[in-house]
Each structure stands twice: as C-alpha cells, then as structure tokens.
C-alpha cells in the first residue's frame, strides 16, 4: 500500500506559527523532504528542527540559488523521483514548505510532477503576506477594495502601470530588484503609503515605511501598501 505525500505549509519563520496539523504530520513522518540552498542550511528545516521524530529518513533537494530555471527543474525532477519512490514503498513523506505550500511556493514543481501517480494532500501554512501586514502592523485592505501582488521581477515600466491601476499591493520578490521597486512605486505616487518588511515573524523582523528602508533588501523581504480604505 503507498503512503502519502503531504505539502505542509510551515509559515514564515517562527516555530509557534506552524499549525497543529502541521505540527502533527511532522513529528510522525515517515520520510522527510524540503528545498535547501547550494550552500547553507534549509531554512524551511530549520523552522521545524525542534519536532523533527528522531531517526527521519530526509531528502534534501539541494536548489541552485541562480536566476536560471533549468538546474532548479532538473533538482526537482530527482526530487520528484526519490519522493514518489518513498511513497510507493508505504512510507508517508513530509514534504516541508516554508509559507503556504501554494503562494508562490517551490511545492507546486513537486506537486505538478506527483499528483495523479501518488495520493497527495497540503496542508496550508501562515504565509509571508500575513506575517508582514502583521510586523508592519498594518491592515491591507478593507471594504471593496482588492489587493494585487505583483512580483518586483516585472518590467519596470509594467510594474508602474500596474500600480497606477491598484487599491492595496503586495510587492514579492524584490531582493536585487529593489531599486527598481522603489522607483516604480514612486513613480506610482504610492511611497507615502509603502511599508518596507524584512525577516518577518523572526528575531532580526525589520518593519518601516519604505522611505526609510535600507539601501538594500534581504532575500526575505517584502513591501506591502494599504489601500486607502484600510487606515479609514
């Protein structure tokens, strides 16, 4: 009989954000697998080190951290493989996703690849977003406005359009687009009400209004910008 594979979201940083759920699967995995950087620890890992069961099988998918896609698909593909071989063989297989497995999470390659071989269940986690309105203690939206997350990879001239047409925005991903973010947002008239996040829900949680950001951004990084409604 084949396991389970589970996407389980682990939230954004701090231990005491994982669900119960998660927390359960977790601690009776049979197997364990999560994306980790070429060089350093796996910061997803790291996050639920403490409720690791001792003895866990662990399947690190070591992830280039390039701009290219094409080595991140092929470590996903051998991740892939080994995953669905460890379920076939019964074992239940904890897949650990920091965030939310499916915003902007590195589970959908896996689940993209597994789904319809194996069974597979996610399990939601806190994401980024909620932990950097809650560090910039800030509402994001109210009434009927809506919120657009708009990633900093854009063109730059595409992300002032975008902006110039929003209520409430999200902004991911900006690390070395930053600069272009900030001009963008400027562009946009929106500064003012712009909130710079870094390492949200962690000790080192840096929260601002972008004017005062630092020069450069973290990799966890985030800039969010209330709509109007949401300070009323």
């Known amino acids: 009989m084949s396991g389970i594979v589970y996407g389980v979201g682990v939230g954004p940083g701090d231990p005491e954000l994982i669900t119960l759920k ?16 070429d060089s350093g620890d796996s910061f ?12 866990v099988r662990e399947i690190p998918m070591i992830v280039p951290m390039r701009v290219e896609r094409f080595p991140a698909q092929d470590v996903y593909d051998a991740g892939a493989a080994e995953i669905s071989k460890a379920a076939k063989a019964g074992k239940n297989v904890v897949v650990l996703c920091e965030g939310d497995p499916f915003f902007y999470g590195s589970f959908m390659y896996l689940f993209a690849r597994l789904s319809g071989d194996i069974e597979m ?8 977003l909620g932990a950097v309105t ?9 009434r009927e406005e809506t919120l657009s997350v708009l990633p900093a990879t854009l063109d730059e001239a595409e992300l002032v359009e975008r902006l110039n047409r929003v209520n409430a925005v999200a902004m991911m991903k900006i690390g070395r687009h ?12 929106l500064t003012d009400r712009a909130m710079f ?4 829900s962690l000790p080192e949680q840096h929260a601002c209004p972008l004017a005062d950001a630092p020069e450069t951004a973290p990799y966890f990084s985030m800039i ?6 949401a300070h009323v």
Request: aromatic share 4%; proline share 9%.
């Open 22 to 37: 998660a927390h359960r699967l977790i601690s009776e995995a049979d197997v364990v697998a999560y994306p980790a950087p």
């Open 44 to 55: 997803a890992r790291r996050i639920v080190a403490d409720f690791l069961p001792k003895g």
């Open 121 to 128: 269940q996610v399990v939601p986690g806190v994401s980024s």
């Open 134 to 142: 809650a560090a910039a203690q800030t509402p994001l939206c109210a």
């Open 178 to 189: 930053f600069a272009k973010a900030k001009r963008a947002i400027d562009a946009a008239g």
């Open 197 to 200: 996040v870094s390492h949200a």
């Open 224 to 229: 969010v910008i209330p709509g109007r409604d």
